[in-house]
């Protein structure tokens, strides 16, 4: 496994209509042009994950359909409005009908060709497994409707079906803090047999692909999904056993390198970690960011323990969030960016944030609207992205430091690798320029330091001590990498006692 991987999200639909448009010809999986591989390659990405692969249905597409004439239509200009075409707007990729690969992106033949593309350039291939609910369009509904919640009578949060000479009720999917998703069934997760079904259906997704990113992984934990569903479960017992702690295991004894990414919130990282995931969504860093909370984010990565914070998924933006272009300006971008890129764990980029997206993009949209590449955050990326090559980031091993400061809040992160004779130090401020004092966990005397985005000397102070305590002035608003050069301790005389 990478120490650091960098996944780079795509939409799938999104991406091969404009791929298509560029080509001036149609673009399926395995006809991708070459220099679209060379370019995640070169961006330094690990894993590329295909948001949006599966096959969805005409109902999941009506209710998108419905969604854009009310709602979202209001999120475009007008000349965006008046070129979408009934056939643009589609099922969300989250309703899945069937885990097979779209017919329009050229079904399963492609995606493995595509698979063996990424492999032969580096690269691998991360997918969505969605185990909470299915679309309404899936044919579990009809032909096995127990597996599904059902409620004792018709409501505007269930569908219709006939079982036998009856009709049952499904519940929609749902997360208990939102509304319920429409244009889903809520899967019950306490039936045996639903289990075991999604468990094959894991193996089959898991033939296709290198790892799964887990959708609302934390929906199917035993006490969360009987807080949520337990007035409807009738004689369903609660499992001794959570479904992740016998899923992940089997998954893994097939395919020993399979990766498993949780999207998990509500102070429940640990505990999925805990359960076998790789890595698990870190959402709250980002909150702070978007609030310019930047003490209480300072704080939050103080406390939280150094492996859990390695096997966390940090990003600015992903395809549920605003883009950090809309969300934050030039400044703060490029500063929050570089400490993203320097912290240990997954980093998540988006398709678009390296261009300076600004629109949202509905995931039931197949085209987006057009924007221009913002040069100054391109070039921003561009030059972080390869910062990163030449550091000790991901190589070496990361300590969060605890930093003093005149400032209101600071991040220091300490990234070191077994006998190189330097260190790699990462500052990130606030708005208010200050002196920074920081306790320095390294052996040796500090006798140089540089900026690695210039490699013009620093001025600075250094206590000696144990450890040595390292100050120097901050910019404000801004992420500093550093190179600080160690020397050797002085000799130590040895005294003899006289007595």
């Known amino acids: 496994m990478h120490p650091t991987p960098i996944v780079y999200e795509i939409n799938t639909r999104s991406w091969l209509h404009e791929l298509e448009r560029t080509e001036g010809r149609p673009v399926f999986l395995d006809t991708v042009p070459e220099e679209q591989f060379k370019k995640w390659k070169r961006a330094g990405f690990t894993h590329i994950w295909l948001m949006g692969i599966w096959e969805t249905g005409p109902m999941a597409a009506l209710h998108a359909r419905q969604c854009w004439e009310l709602w979202w239509k209001q999120e475009h200009p007008a000349e965006f409005i008046n070129s979408v075409r009934t056939d643009h707007i589609q099922g969300s990729p989250y309703a899945i009908a069937a885990y097979t690969p779209a017919a329009r992106f050229g079904k399963g033949a492609a995606l493995k060709r595509f698979r063996a593309r990424l492999h032969e350039h580096g690269l691998k291939l991360l997918l969505d497994f969605v185990p909470n609910h299915l679309g309404v369009d899936h044919g579990w509904i009809h032909r096995f409707p127990s597996r599904f919640v059902q409620l004792p009578s018709s409501s505007e949060t269930s569908i219709e079906v006939r079982s036998g000479t009856k009709s049952v009720w499904l519940a ?8 319920p998703w429409s244009d889903t069934v809520q899967v019950n997760i306490f039936s045996p047999e639903t289990r075991e079904e999604l468990k094959a259906e894991l193996e089959e997704v898991a033939s296709f692909c290198d790892g799964v990113r887990c959708d609302m992984s934390m929906l199917l934990l035993n006490d969360v999904f009987a807080k949520t569903w337990g007035n409807f479960l009738d004689h369903w017992r609660m499992p ?3 479904f992740w702690e016998e899923t992940i295991p089997r998954i893994k004894e097939k395919f020993p390198d399979f990766l498993f990414i949780a999207e998990v919130y509500w102070g429940l990282e640990q505990r999925m970690q805990e359960l076998g995931f790789d890595y698990t969504y870190f959402k709250e860093p980002y909150d702070c960011l978007v609030a310019r909370d930047y ?9 939280t323990p150094l ?42 980029i988006h398709e678009g944030q390296l261009e300076g997206r600004r629109q949202f993009a509905r995931i039931q949209l197949v085209p987006r609207p057009e924007e221009q590449v ?17 550091t000790l980031i991901g190589r070496g091993r990361c300590e969060v430091l605890q930093v003093r400061s005149t400032l209101h809040s600071c991040v220091g992160l300490l990234w070191t690798k077994e006998n190189e004779p330097f260190v790699d130090l990462v500052l990130s401020t606030e708005n208010n320029p200050g002196i920074i004092e920081i306790p320095m966990p390294v052996a040796g005397q500090i006798s140089a330091i540089t900026q690695l985005t210039g490699d013009e000397p620093v001025q600075f102070d250094s206590i ?25 301790l002085p000799q130590r005389k040895n005294v003899q006692n006289s007595s």
């Not at 003490?295 to 406390?303: F, G, S, V």
């Not at 913002?374 to 030449?390: C, S």
């Not at 450890?467 to 600080?484: G, N």
């Open 172 to 179: 929609n999917g749902r997360d208990p803090h939102f509304p």
């Open 240 to 242: 001794k056993r959570e």
């Open 295 to 303: 003490a209480r984010y300072a704080a939050l990565l103080d406390r």
């Open 307 to 348: 492996p859990q914070l390695s096997k966390s998924v940090h990003f600015l933006e992903n395809h549920d969030e605003k883009r950090s272009s809309a969300i934050f300006n030039f400044q703060e971008h490029q500063k929050n960016a570089g400490l993203l890129l320097a912290l240990p764990g997954m980093k998540l």
């Open 374 to 390: 913002d040069n100054q955050v391109a070039f921003m990326y561009d030059a972080l992205l390869e910062l990163r090559t030449k």
């Open 464 to 488: 000696h001590g144990e450890p040595p305590i390292l100050r120097l002035d901050s910019e404000p608003l801004k992420t500093s990498f550093y190179r600080i050069f160690l020397g050797a």
